[in-house]
């Protein structure tokens, strides 16, 4: 997909590649090879920049080029409830206009469209590009208060459940806070030398950075951070969490386990004797009309001790 606006000082209107103009956002989502290769040829980009951040596993990282300065970083998706991932993002600023290409729709692109047209400014590049990174610092933020909130909830449904279930959540829950990690750190070593940038001479004419912008990679800073910190925090948890449920569900078996082999000794009690007394051979009240009452007697009397006896051992 191929989307290309522009918005400069409220005025949002929606372009194509034909009738491109200077401060043009070009947002490519999933795109195909001839939209590469037009994008690349109108805007002089080099198609390697482009294609970049379509690979899943493309580490955060800046590229610097004469005319272009390519930044890829990462930002969360949530697949549902109990999964989620990052997606690599990759953004272009050349002297006229600010490219940004990924694998999937995401919902930090959502976030500047023509209802929000008040907030952005892509003729602004630099605080265009500071913005978006603070939108999906705040992703992970969001994301991250939803994982607490679900796993607050799996943990009530432990309490009351023996299910593996609720541990394979935690496990989906927990491969996602790895995934948090690494890109929340790598996007911190890429903000980092973003704000180093300003006084590189070489990038001073494709990022200018005022003192708003500054201000506002700072509070990006700020953002990553904490998601750092919390996802840090989150994980040791969930890793405890893991660990006690685990152990509970494994101690709720045994009781269940030590329960049955009560009641299978209690119940071994008559069936011995029915045995014993049931064998073609001489045995006592073999000619009392009472005989079964006898054996029927003696059997629950010692089942009786023998429940007693496993009562007070606590065995069930």
Same mark, same amino acid.
């Given at each position: 997909m191929l989307k290309i606006c522009k918005n400069d000082a409220g005025n949002y209107q929606e372009l194509t590649l034909d009738a491109?103009?200077?401060?043009?956002?070009?947002?490519?989502?999933?795109?195909?090879?001839?939209?590469?290769?037009?994008?690349?040829?109108a805007t002089e980009v080099p198609l390697d920049f482009?294609?970049?951040?379509?690979?899943?596993?493309?580490?955060?990282?800046?590229e610097?080029?004469?005319?272009?300065?390519?930044?890829?970083?990462?930002?969360?998706?949530?697949?549902?409830?109990?999964?989620?991932?990052?997606?690599?993002?990759?953004?272009?600023?050349?002297?006229?206009?600010?490219?940004?290409?990924?694998?999937?729709d995401n919902p930090v692109f959502n976030e500047f469209n023509a209802d929000s047209y008040r907030? !952005? *400014?892509?003729?602004?590049?630099?605080?265009?590009? !500071?913005q978006i990174l603070y939108k999906s610092a705040s992703y992970y933020l969001k994301y991250l208060r939803q994982i607490n909130k679900?796993?607050?909830?799996?943990?009530?449904? /432990?309490r009351t459940s023996m299910k593996n279930q609720e541990i394979f959540?935690?496990?989906?829950?927990?491969?996602?806070?790895? !995934?948090?990690?690494?890109?929340?750190?790598?996007?911190?070593?890429?903000?980092?030398?973003?704000?180093?940038?300003?006084?590189?001479?070489?990038?001073?004419?494709?990022?200018?950075?005022?003192?708003?912008?500054?201000? /506002?990679?700072e509070d990006v800073?700020?953002? *990553? *951070?904490?998601?750092?910190?919390?996802?840090?925090m989150y994980t040791n948890i969930l890793g405890s969490l893991t660990d006690a449920f685990a152990s509970i569900i494994s101690n709720n078996l045994n009781m269940v386990m030590k329960f049955l082999a009560s009641m299978t000794i209690i119940l071994a009690v008559p069936t011995m004797l029915a045995s014993f007394w049931g064998m073609n051979v001489v045995v006592p009240f073999r000619d009392n009309p009472f005989g079964f009452s006898f054996v029927l007697g003696i059997a629950f009397a010692i089942a009786g001790v023998s429940a007693f006896i496993l009562w007070k051992k606590k065995m069930f």
């Open positions: 491109l103009v200077k401060g043009s956002w070009i947002q490519m989502v999933n795109p195909t090879p001839g939209e590469l290769n037009a994008v690349a040829e482009l294609k970049a951040a379509l690979d899943e596993e493309e580490r955060s990282r800046i610097l080029e004469d005319h272009c300065i390519l930044i890829i970083t990462n930002i969360p998706l949530m697949i549902n409830e109990t999964n989620y991932d990052t997606l690599p993002l990759g953004m272009i600023i050349t002297e006229d206009h600010i490219i940004t290409v990924s694998l999937e907030s !952005f *400014n892509t003729g602004k590049r630099t605080r265009f590009l !500071f679900r796993t607050d909830q799996i943990e009530l449904d /432990l959540q935690l496990m989906d829950l927990q491969k996602g806070l790895t !995934f948090f990690t690494v890109s929340l750190r790598s996007n911190g070593v890429v903000m980092d030398r973003l704000l180093r940038l300003r006084s590189n001479s070489q990038c001073q004419h494709l990022i200018k950075m005022y003192e708003e912008d500054e201000d /506002l990679l800073i700020i953002e *990553n *951070n904490q998601a750092i910190q919390m996802v840090e």
